[in-house]
Structure formats: C-alpha cells, structure tokens
C-alpha cells in the first residue's frame, strides 16, 4: 500500500509519551509552631527522666516530614514511638554494662570496645535501614539494603586510606560513601543510582585548597613581616575557614543532588554561598542572642532554605512506582547509633 505526497504519515497511538516536569520541593513548616513542640517534648523528656525522648524524636521527625511537600503531596514519617523506646532501653542498657565493665574489669571493656568497633557498620546499616522504613511518600516507603563488607569499607577502610595518602583519596572516600547509602536506597522497588565521579569530588577539593593557599598564604606572610597585622590575623583567618566550609557545603551538596536520580527521575540543587551564608549568619546571630532559644526556627529556617533549592525534574508520573514487600526492621540499631554517639 503506497501513500500520496498529501496523504499525513500514520502516527503509532502506541508509543507511550511522557511528561517531563519540573517540581520544586517546599517545606511549610513554622519556627514559632515548631518551637512549641520543641519545647514541651524538652520539658517532658526531663520530667520523665529520658522515657519521653522516644515519643520527641517520632513528634519531631514527623512535624518535618508531614511539612515536606513535592507535587503538592508531603511526605511521613510512620516509626511508632514504643517500638523506638525499647531499642532505646536496649542500647542504654549495653551502655551502662559497658561503662560499668570499664571501670571495674578493664581488659572486659577494652574486649566489649573492639567488639563494638567491629559492629559499628552493621548499626550503621540497621539505623539508615530502620529510618528509610518508616519515611514514605505517596504510601509508598523507602528502603535500604547495604552489606557489613561495604560498609565497613566507607566507615574505615576509604577513609583511611584517605589520611595515608594525605587527602588525596579522601574525595575518594566520599564519593564511595554517597554511592553506598545511594545506590541500596530504594523508594519502593525502584533503586536510586548515583553517578559522580572522583574527578567531581577532587575538583571541589582543589579548588577549596586554591583558595585558602590564595588567601592565606598572603595574610601568613604579613603577619610575619609586620607582626602589628597579627592582631587582625585571626579574624581572617576565621573569615576564610567559614567561607571555606560554606562553599564545601554548597558545593558538595550541589553536586549530591545533581549526581542522584531514581529511575528516569532526575535532581537538581542550586543552593548559593551568598544565601547559604545569609541563613548560617542569621541562625547563628538570633541563636545567641535568645540564648539558644531560637534552635528550632533556625532549623525550620535552614531546612526552608534548602528544599527552595531543590528541584525533582520528572520524567513520567509519580504515581507509577510499586510499593516494596513490608519488611519488619528493628529499630534498635538506631537507636545503638545514638546512645554510643557514632550516627
């Protein structure tokens, strides 16, 4: 069958078509509203002796969950508060028997604090597992399956490794740490997938090291020359290491988002020095001034700050993804994580 030159091509109606969107993420959370939960979960977690502190975590994770929007839909925060309290009696109770043992039967202690060093990457991988559990989005939960033996890598071997060859390894080091807590989350049965390189990781080091041999070279020499300058030295020596570390953040974090994608999503992060510092500043300036009562807006300021930088460039409908098989994921590595102070 032949078609004239007028005759319009037959279109194939099966050929599926997909919307490319750009969402932002928004977080609608109030200083002054999330102050009032801060406060009351502080004064009951004293009066209970601790025992609230379980039900404040869950209040206050899911204060900030259920303010964060994407595509107009929040996300939730599902931990029951019991199930977190007995992994935390559990863990404080390992504490205690350790802290005892430490002081009574030394060699017992030193045993008990090699042991603990050794698990370490399994609490780790219990408490990100635990924490992606109970988050979701459209009903559907996160997860996160790492493995002892990569974990172990990214919390000791890399870093390591990274101080022998005196950093040079170490953007190394934290790109095999994104890629492992990346690359076995999932949301539902889709996996996310990270794809920085060492050479994106090393090109933000370079350039932090540029700029503080830049700038600090310079004022080392004057103070040594004219030693009046060492009055001011210090102060810009402050200035410099403070903005060193806001372009780190922005720059890693920056690259984080943009390197993250979930299936056929993409992300995208625009965070600025200029508004990363304005926000540090202000936080750290009503911080002090009302005595650290101004904790729980600067944190609602920060976190506003960030999700209006963060954009989700989809590319279909979110509603396509199928939830994961229920897993039941003990909280009691979280909570390990907490009471020895290493997550």
């Known amino acids: 069958m032949t078609h004239s030159a007028d005759t319009p091509p037959v279109s194939n109606t099966n050929t599926p078509t997909q919307s490319h969107r750009k969402i932002g993420f928004e977080f609608r959370g109030d200083g002054i ?13 004293i009066v209970t002796l601790g025992i609230y502190s379980a039900w404040a975590t869950v209040r206050n994770n899911r204060y900030f969950y259920s303010n964060l929007y994407l595509d107009n839909d ?50 780790i991988n219990q408490s990100v597992a635990f924490n992606n559990r109970m988050s979701s989005y459209k009903n559907i939960q996160f997860r996160f399956k790492g493995s002892y033996g990569q974990a172990f890598m990214v919390i000791y071997i890399w870093p390591i490794l990274g101080i022998l060859t005196l950093g040079i390894l170490y953007p190394l080091a934290i790109l095999k740490a994104n890629e492992y807590f990346v ?60 903005a060193l570390i806001v372009y780190a953040l922005v720059s890693f974090t920056n690259l984080f988002y943009a390197s993250l994608n979930l299936v056929e999503h993409k992300f995208e992060a625009k965070l600025t020095i200029t508004g990363q510092t304005k926000v540090i500043l202000i936080n750290l300036f009503l ?34 993804f199928i939830a994961a098989e229920k897993e039941n994921i003990s909280a009691l590595g979280e909570e390990f994580g907490q009471v020895f102070d290493f997550a």
Do not use: Q
């Open 33 to 45: 509203e999330y102050f009032k939960i801060w406060i009351v979960n502080i004064l009951l977690t």
């Open 74 to 123: 929040n996300f939730r925060y599902l931990a029951d508060p019991l199930t977190i309290l007995k992994g935390r009696l559990i863990a404080l109770a390992a504490f205690i028997a350790y802290y005892v043992a430490s002081i009574f039967l030394p060699i017992i202690s030193g045993i008990l604090a090699i042991a603990l060093l050794i698990a370490i990457p399994y609490f």
């Open 183 to 242: 690359r076995n989350s999932a949301y539902g049965t889709s996996n996310f997938d990270f794809n920085a390189t060492y050479k994106d990781y090393g090109m933000i080091f370079l350039t932090a090291l540029g700029i503080a041999v830049v700038v600090g070279v310079p004022i080392a020499l004057i103070t040594y020359f004219v030693p009046v300058f060492a009055i001011i030295s210090p102060v810009l020596f402050g200035i410099m290491y403070f």
């Open 287 to 320: 911080t002090i001034i009302t005595l650290g009562l101004y904790l729980p807006a600067a944190k609602v300021r920060m976190t506003k700050y960030i999700c209006s930088c963060l954009t989700m460039h989809a590319n279909g409908d979110l509603d396509n």
